[in-house]
């Protein structure tokens, strides 16, 4: 009964505990003296020194070197009544806090943070992004940088001063000489969270997918850290550079300024700037957002039926060189469903604009840049397909097909598999001699098993590609005539259809008409004949499980197991 009733009084008083006991108990902890009696009375007294310098008691947590973020989330006046409550147990006194005053050393940035929410939550909802968590990045005012260190080095002095006959003191100053103070970012950002997800129920989180940055400024101060170009050794030198085609003035940078006051000469800077810096008459004011969210990927696989359209725009010196181009035909149909600011188009491989992509179509992803939608869902990917292969222009030249979300993990597979995997391909040739049965069975006998073929760089890509000689696989290669009962005396008994099962990478072209020797064996020299030349291109098939599958959602789709190898749609069991 003594153990429950114990219990009951531990956790009221938990709930209970009052800001004055959270306050003291972190002064008691607090890194300014090993003694926690010295160490409340270390803090104190610094605070007595802020707060004559016109600090918030925010800032003052700062200089305290507080890592509690929720006493910063404690209101101003509670914060005051609870330091004042200390101070007059320990010395019978009261802080002399000034009438809605602007803090010297946050210019309002720390002590107002919440009241910067509602812009930003204005340019939020303009842009009515669909995100579930936000990263914010902010830019405070650089004016603090000058006045954080100022106010260390005002309260060195007035310690050595008016506090030299403590007990505390000397260790005091030890640990502010060697400390900076606490970089306001972090308590920024906390304060802004709290308001933050009040006003729109979006947690702040390092791993967000929205990206927030939000800038501060503080104009009056801007520029306050300028004396220091003009010491006996100046330490901040500016000059003028040239950055795209604007004169831009450099050598303040926000580093720069941080390491030009590590060797400010405090002597020096009292003839220039008054210690402690004088209180500001206005708060630093909202500047700007920049929101952008992570990339989307929506994947699926191409058909194109056309050989007059590139795999993308085509164009030399401004001029297109094909009309139209399959990544034109869908990019902004899907840009327009995300509300994204561009697109970026990967595939896996290409083919010519003159080379039709048939069979099971050209696996693709598309990087959504900025989208203020990041994620569709299955029907809407469903009702976006439809309206792609349904536009009059070109559907009979384009299609799309199993359009769908696909996570950023798996986007790496359509680059990794460009060694491994295979390409069938559907070739019409012209050869020098008739396609009599003697030559498809040297033909087909060769291509019944796989065989190399040694591919010096083709005379065509020698300006894309450095000269070498590549090795490639062909795993099976037949040849059929165009008609069974053609005449041999006539000349379409020269035409053949050719159908290759290659590694990725293999130059087909090259393999049927030998490129002047350069692709070693090639279709010629296999069948023994003069020549041979390739007149049309299909790519059948491009080997590569995509938009991948995994196992558990085709076990879903049970009954539709019959298709499951339709367009490689095979459980992919290597992933995950
Ligand atoms: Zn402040």
Redesign the pocket.
Known sequence: MRQLLFIFIATTHFFMTTTVERLHKFLLGSHLNKEGALAVKSALTIVEILVAAK??F??CLRFLACANFGLYALQETDLNDAFDQLLYEDRQAKYDVADCAV????L????YAASYVDDVYEELKKEDYKADSCCLTCTLPVGMLLRDHLLKVHIINTLLEKYADQEYTSELVRFYRDNSVRDPKDCFKHLFGIEFKEKTGLGLDADGTLLMTVVISHEPTSKDHLFMTELKKPLLNLRTVRQKRMRVTVGDSRPSIIDALKRLDSEEAKSFTSIPPVAPTERAKFETVTLLHTSSHVGGRYLKFSREYSQTPWAIKGRKLTEYSVSECFAEIIRKYHRADDIKFVTAGREDANVRMLGTGRPFYLEIINPRSPRLTDAEYKQIEQEINSQPMHKDNVQVRHLGYIEPKYTSIIKEGEETKTKRYRALVWLSEPLTDQLIERINKVGSTPFTIQQKTPVRVFQRRSAAVRPKIIHTSTIARLKHDVDMDSPEAHYGVLQLHTQAGTYIKEYVHGDLGRTLPNLASVGAIHSADLLELDVMDVDLVWPPQLEDKLEEKKPLNDVKNENNKRPLSNIE
């Open positions: 600090c918030c925010r800032c803090c010297t050393a946050c309002g940035s720390i002590q």
